[in-house]
């Protein structure tokens, strides 16, 4: 059983920034894991937002936060992270990390990851 816990959530004001942690603890190595981050708004379907192989070297990130976000992972600390940059309300959701077996191309839908965390508030205020 893989268990992730996400932290880094908050209030934010637009055009500011956050950083998303996601830590694995136990017997969790997500070394062999590809990861990704995910996102929920009020009212909304699940959305990607941005994947990471297992060794770091392939990212993909979506359309609407290009630019702005950037996934990274340390699997020496098992932790991912999302740097999330300039801010608009419409980024205001919860934050879920995920792991998944690494697939060719990178996973961007819900049933590529098998295993999720609780998630973390985000609101962006304008």
């Known amino acids: 059983q893989v268990h992730l816990v996400e932290s880094g959530g908050g209030l934010v004001q637009t055009g500011g920034s956050l950083r998303l942690s996601c830590a694995a603890s136990g017997r969790t190595f997500i070394s062999t894991y590809a990861m990704a981050w995910f996102r929920q708004a009020p009212g909304k379907e699940r959305e990607f937002v941005a994947g990471?192989?297992?060794?770091?070297?392939?990212?993909y990130i979506a359309d609407s936060v290009k630019g702005r976000f950037a996934i990274s992972r340390d699997n020496a600390k098992n932790k991912v992270y999302l740097q999330m940059n300039s801010l608009k309300p419409e980024d205001t959701a919860i934050y879920y990390c995920?792991?998944?077996?690494?697939?060719?191309?990178?996973?961007?839908?819900?049933?590529?990851?098998?295993?999720w965390g609780q998630g973390t508030q985000v609101t962006v205020s304008s």
């Open positions: 990471m192989n297992r060794n770091g070297g392939n990212s």
């Open positions: 995920a792991a998944g077996p690494q697939r060719l191309p990178l996973g961007s839908k819900d049933v590529d990851y098998d295993y």
